[in-house]
């Protein structure tokens, strides 16, 4: 059974659109909950939640964590071409090594 | 800006084959981390490293894998004798502190086993 679990699978917007990824998570052990974009290659860290309610903000990106209904939402505005990419959703435990989602694959058109 | 550097970035073996990928690691991070992603599927938790030892390992990592810091920067895995299902991308990562919890990944060697 999965321990992270995101959604929707894959996602298709046009530029300019805003879209929410989603992300829910399994308790046991709980420490953080991580973000990671993953373009071509390397997935690449954007934000890690410890708190709940306490949105992060980057740019166009923003996240919050909800601990009590164990989930997380990814947060693109006004979104454009270059944010076409896998978005990772991960959660760390007891041994901090991160347990992650399938990834949102988001396709945005111009 | 500091940067985890890959190399090969695309290996080419055949099975029962060994391979070492390498990783530089970012210099004044202390944990170290390989991941696997076979096509299509989840990144996958390989082995942690720190201090000169191995701090964690998954199911994944079993009597083929290997790791080793030979030097003061470089960081390796190696696969005693491949098997076409070991055919992934491997990512490298690395992290100041484990508690800090964010891991820097490479670019990631693409395994092919044929």
């Known amino acids: 059974e999965d321990k992270v679990v995101q959604s929707p699978l894959s996602l298709v917007v046009h530029e300019g659109d805003t879209v929410t990824l989603n992300c829910s998570y399994e308790?046991?052990?709980?420490?953080?909950l991580l973000w990671y974009k993953q373009e071509k290659k390397a997935p690449t860290f954007l934000f890690m939640l410890?708190?709940?309610?306490i949105e992060k903000k980057s740019g166009r990106l923003s996240s919050i964590l909800d601990k009590k209904e164990l989930f997380s939402i990814l947060n693109i505005t006004a979104t454009q071409t270059g944010d076409s990419a896998v978005y990772l959703c991960?959660?760390?435990?007891?041994?901090?090594?991160?347990?992650f989602g399938r990834g949102t694959s988001l396709i945005v058109h111009p | 800006e500091p940067e985890v550097t890959q190399t090969p970035s695309h290996q080419v073996t055949q099975m029962g084959q060994e391979v070492i990928l390498r990783c530089v690691p970012i210099s004044n991070h202390l944990y170290f981390y390989w991941y696997r992603q076979i096509l299509g599927q989840k990144v996958e938790f390989l082995v942690s490293?720190?201090?000169?030892?191995?701090?964690?390992k998954s199911e994944i990592f079993d009597d083929q894998f290997s790791v080793e810091r030979p030097d003061g920067s470089n960081f390796t895995l190696k696969i005693r004798s491949t098997k076409l299902e070991d055919s992934a991308m491997y990512f490298c990562?690395?992290?100041?502190?484990?508690?800090?919890?964010?891991?820097?990944f490479g670019a990631g060697t693409r395994l092919s086993v044929l």
């Open positions: 308790v046991t052990n709980f420490r953080s």
């Open positions: 991960a959660r760390s435990g007891g041994s901090y090594i991160p347990t």
């Open positions: 490293f720190y201090n000169n030892e191995i701090s964690e």
């Open positions: 990562a690395s992290s100041v502190l484990r508690e800090k919890n964010i891991q820097y």
């Open positions: 410890t708190s709940s309610g």
